[in-house]
């Protein structure tokens, strides 16, 4: 009964490939995020989808494209990965477009560029 | 924007001690201040929020309180046990609240 699920866990690849995430919540929720956590643990928003449609965009590098088919899916893809973008992404989701309210993170995936 | 900064960056207390975490905020309009817990490994899940109408909240071990005035909240959970070691992050709604920005973290080492 997983609420909010990530595929894939790890990703290892080298410089300059492009990749995605692909990221489901069965919550019913309206929203959902991706959050980057770097080495140091630091956590920031990068996206937000509310009801498919892009709300949030925070001077991410257009490098990453968020795509969301439907309210239950938000995937990631990410274009030309230089070394920097090596972190933990997490999915994200709640009831509503306000942030007060809670936030079901999924599992984080892994990236490692080589 | 919300600027959120966060003390200590890492803490280590006795068991059975009592822990606080403090944060400070910037954007007097944010409104919703949550505390997400996140264990070596796992995704960050929350463990108490608080609103900007509501000055202390309390769940069993765990206490929320906020002084609007000064910007500042803090989180402090008593009786610590070896399982509550883990990163606790503090976050703040922002001037739209639409977003979370996150403090960066302190890290809670409690020692049996």
């Known amino acids: 009964d997983t609420a909010v699920s990530q595929t894939p866990k790890y990703l290892v690849t080298q410089m300059g490939n492009d990749k995605s995430i692909k990221c489901e919540q069965n919550?019913?929720?309206?929203?959902m995020y991706w959050y980057k956590q770097d080495s140091k643990k630091f956590l920031k928003i990068m996206f937000s989808y509310n009801n498919k449609e892009l709300i949030i965009n925070e001077t991410v590098p257009n490098r990453f494209s968020p795509k969301s088919p439907d309210k239950a899916h938000l995937n990631l893809h990410i274009n030309s990965l230089e070394l920097g973008d090596s972190a933990v992404y997490f999915c994200a989701s709640s009831p509503a477009e306000l942030a007060s309210y809670e936030q079901y993170f999924g599992p984080g995936t892994r990236l490692t560029v080589t | 924007g919300e600027n959120v900064e966060q003390h200590p960056s890492t803490l280590s207390v006795q068991e059975g001690d009592s822990a606080v975490i403090k944060c400070t905020y910037s954007?007097?309009?944010?409104?919703?201040f949550p505390w997400y817990k996140q264990e070596l490994g796992k995704r960050p899940q929350l463990i108490i929020d608080?609103?900007?109408?509501?000055g202390e909240k309390k769940d069993q071990r765990i206490a929320v309180t906020l002084n609007k005035t000064a910007k500042h909240f803090s989180l402090h959970i008593t009786e610590t046990q070896p399982e509550d070691s883990a990163v606790y992050f503090c976050a703040a709604s922002g001037r739209y609240g639409n977003k979370l920005v996150f403090g960066a973290g302190t890290i809670l080492r409690v020692k049996s």
């Open positions: 954007d007097s309009a944010s409104n919703y």
């Open positions: 919550l019913g929720h309206d929203t």
């Open positions: 608080i609103r900007s109408n509501v």
